[in-house]
């Protein structure tokens, strides 16, 4: 009892010492990047940093509440190309974009809320249940709409996809503004909303919230939706930057990997009840930093592939040491 | 029994924390004598076998084995000195066969599976055991695993075979058989210790019987010296017989209509046919042995455990209700205080005020986005104060406050829904001796304050000193009622074991 105590004493304090290490290694990578490699540092490509990094920042706000309220979301990336498939398919066949993202949204909270379902009311392991909704998805979609190709095309013409990848200010784009405005929705959600405090007490103790009355259920279906709308928007923003929908993002793994490494550098523990806005920033803006010199300095995506192997397991080592497993987190099972 | 003791405690103690769980206990086991291990919950006797079977290691004294003193660090070493133990939880792998539990950690490097069933169905047959070699584990009974357990001590050649609480979950013809197997060992030199809760079975099969009482040993003596009266007394002691009769407090005369009436509540083989009423303004204590069913029958009413209802009905001041959520019965004015607030009593990394807040939040926050924070902060503060919670700061986590004032917390985040029924289980256990009285006089002002209460205890003392009236539960069922003045823990204690 009394060991269990002092290590989650232990991990409180430090778990915001993970974020700070990483925040240390991300600067100490920009001043080695600065001088290492040509072109690193010019304003040109910090833009290229920033937008190339919208849709990875989304997909973590909703990957860390979810993980947050102690759950696991491994259909986001299945749920990003799906939805933007939906908005692609309407809007080249004629429908207004309004009514496109209207279905789209829609679409998207009942995947969300299936997950949930399965979840909160039948009781499936989260990550069996979204590991099974992910293969549902994607398998349906290439079957029914997209006549098993990989990759939907869209013409760079439509309007919507115009919109999507143009400014909405003088320098900013359009992406930006649906990040900075999913960072704020976040934010909201977990500090200031009823939904939050749930959240976190979810994450902290399943049982005692349970107990103690919380809508424990209600919370998951908002947590899940929530997770599925800004996959939506991460959709959104990939597809009209490259100009089409290509499904092999959701089998070669490497988004979900980077929304999972941004998740836990960032210093929210896998257990879930800990972690905000910070450091989602934190996380994110090392990966991108990473993403973008390992591209300055050609490496193929083979070693890409393996370092962000390397890193993700030296960060779960450095999570699991700074936030120690115990009994309590094993009967619940984190994963 | 001239020759020495083949096991043998010189002041043992072992202590966890602060707490002793056996102090400066001396106990003797002579070859081929059957020992009973008598005691209330939390005596000490599990501890006491533990050590000998090498589970736990003892804080300070001697364990002798042959007289040879002996340092064991895992079970296996008592085991290589002849020493086995059978568990209540049984510790056969579920998913091997009998057979492959019976040489479990004697494997060769090949095993044919022949060999193994017939060298099992041999140490079976010699037990008189009607058991398939075959079977997978997982699929037998109670009584059938515990055989298994005891094939295996056999087959390892034990010397003392510990078994606790072997009857418990037995048929009478199976404590029966059970016993004369008991018997039949101690013919080959077999020394037996069993914890028994069932006083007769110790008098009547038992050479010598030991008393623990809050992990000091009180007695020891041949079964043929005690009765039931005398053993009963050295399990509770003089103080308690002494200072039984505590002023009654003067109670309101009871109001007719119950707050809360529950009728053959059935789950699983715990819960048998559990029948009583709660009326409001009282304490009504909930006694009984831990397994009688005593927390299971309050997640059942909070609609906490689900699986494995077998019926029964359930009335909220006379309206019939079934929950399938603790959230309905929270909204509803019915909150439970768990046993164990670790493991779901609070939220360990969240601060005082946040998790009393969240209290309210569960029972009155509504539907609405943002939630309330500067109300919660503000009602948070105030059940602080009303409560004393003494802590650095409430916006410290709950982690860093001592046992009673996070179980202070605990009950303030109930309290602040303002139910008409609150279930305490085990409110004080890990609490401060300062922190009980005050923990005591809150569940007995919100009981004065009009509303129901169930105390679930295990202490007697506690039971004896806060309730209004008393309900013992035995296997399931509720098998004696007292009011305050007749109760004792004389006759608490002679209801609650068999």
Not at chain 1, 71 to 86: N, R, W
Not at chain 2, 28 to 43: K, S, T
Not at chain 2, 157 to 183: C, G, N, S, Y
Not at chain 2, 459 to 465: S, T
Request: glycine fraction near 8%; hydrophobic fraction near 50%.
């Amino acid at each position: 009892m009394t060991e269990t105590v002092f290590g989650n004493l232990l991990g409180s304090r430090e778990a915001g010492m993970l974020e700070r290490v990483v925040l240390v290694v991300t600067f100490a990578l920009v001043v080695l990047f600065s001088l290492f490699i040509d072109g690193f540092a010019t304003a040109g490509n910090l833009l290229v940093i920033l937008s190339n990094s919208t849709s990875l920042v989304m997909l973590s706000c909703g990957m860390a509440v979810v993980i947050i309220s102690r759950g696991l979301d491994l259909s986001l990336i299945a749920q990003m190309v799906s939805g933007a498939t939906i908005f692609s398919i309407l809007v080249t066949n004629g429908s207004p974009a309004a009514f496109a993202l209207l279905v789209a949204v829609a679409a998207m909270v009942l995947v969300g809320f299936v997950n949930a379902f399965l979840i909160a009311y039948v009781g499936i392991p989260a990550m069996l249940a979204t590991l099974a909704s992910a293969m549902c998805i994607t398998g349906l979609f290439r079957f029914a709409i997209l006549r098993g190709e990989f990759i939907l095309l869209l013409p760079k013409s439509n309007p919507a996809v115009l919109f999507l990848s143009g400014n909405i200010l003088p320098g900013v784009t359009v992406p930006v503004a649906l990040m900075i405005a999913t960072l704020l929705a976040t934010w909201a959600l977990l500090s200031y909303s009823t939904a939050g405090r749930i959240i976190y007490a979810m994450g902290d103790n399943y049982q005692a919230a349970r107990l103690t009355g919380l809508p424990v259920r209600t919370t998951t279906v908002v947590v899940y939706v929530f997770a599925a709308v800004t996959a939506l928007l991460a959709g959104l923003v990939t597809s009209a930057a490259s100009g089409a929908v290509d499904f092999r993002t959701v089998s070669n793994g490497t988004l979900l990997f980077d929304v999972i490494l941004v998740v836990v550098l960032g210093g929210i523990p896998l257990r879930g009840g800990r972690g905000g806005l910070k450091n989602i920033l934190v996380g994110a803006a090392l990966i991108a930093i990473l993403r973008n010199g390992m591209t300055l300095m050609n490496f193929t995506t083979q070693m890409q592939d393996a370092l962000r192997g390397l890193v993700l397991i030296l960060a779960i080592v450095i999570d699991n040491y700074l936030n120690p497993r115990d009994t309590e987190t094993d009967t619940v099972g984190d994963l | 029994m001239t020759a020495q003791p083949i096991v043998s405690l010189e002041n043992v103690t072992k202590t966890y924390g602060t707490t002793a769980a056996l102090a400066d206990a001396t106990f003797d086991l002579m070859p081929g004598e059957i020992h009973a291990l008598v005691g209330e919950n939390g005596a000490g006797k599990s501890t006491l076998c533990k050590l000998i079977a090498g589970v736990i290691a003892p804080s300070e004294g001697i364990l002798k084995i042959d007289g040879q003193t002996v340092l064991f660090s895992s079970p296996k070493d008592a085991s290589g000195h002849g020493i086995s133990m059978v568990y209540q939880e049984t510790s056969l792998v579920p998913q091997l066969t009998v057979a492959q539990n019976i040489f479990l950690g004697r494997e060769q490097m090949f095993n044919s599976v022949r060999r193994v069933r017939s060298a099992a169905r041999q140490v079976l047959q010699r037990l008189n055991f009607k058991v398939d070699p075959a079977q997978l584990a997982g699929t037998l009974s109670a009584a059938k695993r515990q055989m298994v357990e005891i094939a295996r001590a056999v087959h390892n050649q034990a010397r003392v075979i510990i078994l606790d609480e072997p009857t418990a979950a037995l048929t009478p013809e199976e404590t029966d058989h059970l016993f004369d197997l008991m018997k039949s060992l101690q013919r080959n030199g077999v020394a037996i210790i069993f914890i028994s809760h069932a006083l007769e079975e110790a008098l009547s099969y038992a050479d010598r019987i030991s008393v623990l009482r809050n992990g000091r040993m009180m007695t020891t003596g041949p079964a043929a010296d005690f009765n039931r009266g005398t053993l009963i007394h050295h399990m509770i002691g003089d103080e308690l017989i002494e200072q039984e009769k505590v002023p009654a407090a003067r109670r309101p005369p009871r109001s007719a209509l119950p707050v809360l009436r529950v009728e053959n509540i059935r789950m699983g083989s715990i819960v048998n046919n559990m029948s009583f009423s709660i009326f409001p303004g009282e304490i009504t204590g909930l006694a009984g042995l831990i397994g009688s069913g005593r927390s299971e029958v309050a997640k059942v009413i909070m609609g906490h455990t689900k699986r494995n209802f077998g019926g029964g009905r359930i009335w909220l001041d006379g309206r019939e209700v079934r929950y399938g959520l603790p959230a309905q019965a929270v909204a509803d004015g019915i909150a439970y205080i768990s046993e164990d607030r670790k493991l779901d009593g609070f939220f360990d990394t969240l601060s005082v005020a946040e998790n009393i807040g969240l209290g309210w939040l569960a029972k009155f926050g509504g539907r609405r986005f943002l939630a309330p924070r500067a109300k919660m902060r503000t009602l948070a503060r105030e059940w602080v104060d009303r409560l004393s919670i003494r802590s650095i700061g409430v916006e410290r986590p709950v982690l860093y406050l001592s046992g009673g004032n996070q179980q202070k917390v605990v009950i303030a985040k109930s309290l602040i829904q303002k139910p008409k029924l609150v279930i305490f289980d085990e409110p004080t256990r890990g609490v401060d001796v300062g922190a009980i009285a005050e923990i005591r006089q809150i569940i007995r002002s919100f009981a004065d304050s009009g509303a129901g209460v169930i105390l679930i205890s295990s202490y007697l003392p506690e039971i004896l000193e806060t309730c209004d009236r008393i309900l013992v539960a035995k296997s399931g069922t509720i098998a004696a009622e007292f009011s305050r003045a007749e109760a004792s823990a004389a006759s608490i204690l002679n209801a609650a074991i068999h």
